[in-house]
């Protein structure tokens, strides 16, 4: 089984995330992932732009998966910020983590919210607090 294949089958269990908003996991590596998620009317707001909220499922699920898979901790956010920069063009949302601090009790990482056509539509910024080892 591929990293890519446990990672979907670990995160399934992250059942907002993965059923009622659809994300999927596109590449996991270390402390890294980039997660899709297809626009459905399901993720549009009154005025049929995405809702911030889906975009921001979007952001923290991709810190979930970066910070978690194949981890020694558990890692769970304490801080977390979004920056709305421009409206979706596209039919599909990527959000992409970088990481730019991992420390022994806290990580600080940055997810970029982009759509298929390249258009960028959001950051976050997110802080984690690495908690205990896995048993």
């Given amino acids: 089984m591929t990293d890519l294949e446990k990672a979907r089958e670990f995160f399934r269990l992250d059942r907002f995330a993965t059923e009622a908003a659809g994300i999927v996991i596109e590449e996991v590596g270390e402390r890294y992932a980039r997660c899709s998620m297809k626009i459905e009317k399901r993720h549009l707001n009154a005025v049929d732009s995405v809702m911030g909220g889906a975009m921001f499922t979007l952001a923290d699920f991709v810190f979930a998966v970066a910070t978690n898979f194949n981890a020694e901790n558990v890692t769970v956010t304490t801080v977390s910020q979004i920056s709305y920069l421009g409206t979706a063009k596209g039919d599909t949302l990527y959000g992409e983590s970088r990481l730019i601090k991992d420390g022994r009790t806290t ?7 982009t759509d298929n056509l390249g258009n960028a539509v959001a950051v976050v910024t997110a802080t984690g607090a690495h908690l205990q080892k896995r048993k």
């Fill in 107 to 113: 990580c600080f990482y940055e997810i970029s919210i």
